[in-house]
């Protein structure tokens, strides 16, 4: 199970908006094939692992991070589960059942009912490589991973709010990784205005494209902006106010944009409504990289699954922009809580991941 795991790592910048699955097959003592979900379209993990074995997996056992499938449209050709009723394969251990509600134990109950002996693990240490889908299954939206780079007194830009970088290359190489597990990064307008950026994975090999959303109320996004200039290579979506002028409108969907017009609450973009739009496009993982005034907005809904902060080694003083807008807080008792999971260097910059201490996904089964 631990070699499992490990292969399903290996999908980790291209599986999305499918989970994470890696598959062994075993007999005699000895691995007979090897497979893991690459990217969606092609095999599930227990096709490639099968189609390594051939023959010999008669009579072997599979080893399976995630319940397998039971759909043809979620794999080529057969579903998972009839292939491996199909290979002979007498015995099946599952890391976890399938979160999805309208699957979870479904292949469990067919496998068992065919004759295979199943034994499924629930371990938390499968849900917790597959938390984004567990996440999202959970919850019916996308799952929020909210990125914040700052210095340590907490500022994200010096006073003038020039286009500076704060952490250094290794750091910045982890965000883009951050952005192709996502498979969807989101920025607030101001961002947009001030940093002009392109919000792609960069240098991650066989990445696919992800989706680039801005929350622009008044769609200030312009249609020379990189984003607009490069919809074509990868979906670029700008969620605005219904009345927004519908000549910039226009102007942005000529250039290749999405715009989608949704609902306001409390004078500004229905979070919520963004988030079942991303659903409905297939997002399951959504990377907020915007600025503080979006990072607030997410935190004061409660709609932040998962943090990462990396803090650089410097200090830009009370005129520097801090990394969170206001919260209308009155006091420390209404502050959103957060439980420290883990503190890394990144080069010279030092990476804290939280989790809320509400509704952490770990372990969840």
Wanted: aromatic content about 4%; glycine content about 12%; overall charge positive.
């Amino acid at each position: 199970m631990a070699r499992a795991r490990d292969l399903a790592a290996r999908g980790r910048y291209t599986a999305a908006p499918n989970p994470l699955v890696g598959a062994v097959v075993v007999g005699d003592g000895r691995i007979l094939g090897e497979g893991w979900h690459v990217r969606p379209g092609e095999d599930h993990a227990e096709a490639m692992a099968l189609k390594a074995a051939g023959t010999a997996a008669r009579g072997a056992t599979l080893y399976v991070t995630l319940e397998p499938c039971n759909r043809h449209r979620l794999t080529p050709g057969a579903s998972c589960t009839e292939l491996i009723l199909r290979s002979g394969v007498r015995r099946v251990v599952v890391g976890h059942v399938d979160p999805n509600p309208q699957m979870r134990g479904r292949s469990v109950e067919l496998l068992r009912e065919a004759g295979v002996e199943v034994e499924v693990l629930n371990a938390p240490e499968f849900a917790r490589q597959n938390e984004q889908f567990f996440g999202a299954m959970r919850t019916r939206r996308p799952f929020v991973h909210l990125k914040l780079a700052a210095s340590l007194d907490g500022r994200i830009a010096s006073q003038a709010g020039n286009r500076e970088w704060l952490t250094g290359w290794p750091a910045r190489r982890r965000v883009h990784g951050m952005r192709a597990a996502a498979g969807a990064v989101l920025v607030g307008a101001g961002t947009v205005r001030a940093d002009d950026p392109h919000l792609g994975p960069r240098g991650i090999p066989g990445a696919p494209p992800v989706l680039r959303a801005v929350l622009d109320p008044a769609l200030t996004t312009s249609p020379e902006s990189r984003l607009a200039r490069t919809a074509g290579e990868s979906p670029v979506v700008v969620f605005s106010r219904p009345e927004a002028d519908p000549g910039r409108r226009v102007a942005l969907e000529r250039a290749g944009v999405r715009v989608v017009p949704v609902a306001e609450k409390g004078g500004a973009l229905d979070l919520r409504s963004v988030l079942l739009e991303l659903w409905d496009r297939g997002c399951r993982g959504l990377l907020v990289e915007g600025g503080g005034r979006t990072a607030a907005r997410f935190l004061g809904a409660g709609l932040v699954d998962k943090i990462t902060l990396f803090y650089a080694p410097r200090l830009l003083g009370a005129e520097g922009v801090p990394m969170i807008g206001g919260l209308g807080l009155m006091s420390v008792a209404e502050a959103p809580g957060f439980r420290l999971h883990s503190v890394q260097t990144i080069g010279e910059d030092v990476m804290l991941t939280l989790y809320p201490r509400e509704g952490d996904v770990h372990g969840d089964s």
